[in-house]
């Protein structure tokens, strides 16, 4: 097995390191939001008492990690481009409702700097989503939906402003 050669143990070892770094990046992240209700509480915001780590956070993140054994890598990377696309395209539309719809600015460079680039930033995902695999679409839609309808329900129906995350820990 090629992997096991000598001569690959030290970028096996980085790989592991790297791999550890980004897991605990995750569920810090995981836990913090637990920790403020923005998740559920009782899956990631409690710490072991006997590991000192949050348990069902790496549980929950190693059932996810287990789709790389049935999602072909193509299909995962499209995944966290759609993600990403997703977060784009509401900064875009975010940034014209604050500014415009909700700031009141029409003068000619706030109609540039806050309705055109958006605008046109926003056409450029969009283009963009159109190079993703209609099973990447699909998976992607059922997720959104489902983190829509969780937020659904977090806010009684978008009816009470959802939690925020504190970032000063």
Not at 139 to 161: E, K, N
């Amino acid at each position: 097995m090629p992997f096991l050669e000598a001569r690959n143990a030290p970028r096996a070892e980085t790989d592991v390191h790297t791999g550890d770094a980004q897991l605990r990046r995750v569920l810090g992240l995981l836990f913090s939001m637990g920790r403020e209700g923005v998740l559920p509480r009782k899956v990631f915001g409690r710490i072991s008492s006997r590991f000192g780590t949050p348990v069902p956070a790496v549980l929950v993140v190693s059932a996810i990690s287990l789709l790389a054994l049935v999602l072909d890598l193509q299909t995962l990377a499209s995944m966290i481009s759609f993600g990403a696309l997703v977060a784009f395209s509401a900064v875009n539309l975010a940034v014209i409702k604050h500014y415009l719809i909700d700031g009141n600015r029409c003068g000619s460079g706030d109609l540039a700097r806050y309705g055109v680039l958006p605008t046109i930033g926003f056409a450029l995902t969009v283009w963009l989503w159109m190079s993703l695999s209609q099973r990447t679409l699909v998976i992607g839609t059922i997720w959104l939906s489902a983190g829509l309808l969780y937020l659904a329900v977090l806010t009684h129906g978008f009816r009470r402003p959802p939690p925020s995350l504190a970032l000063t820990h």
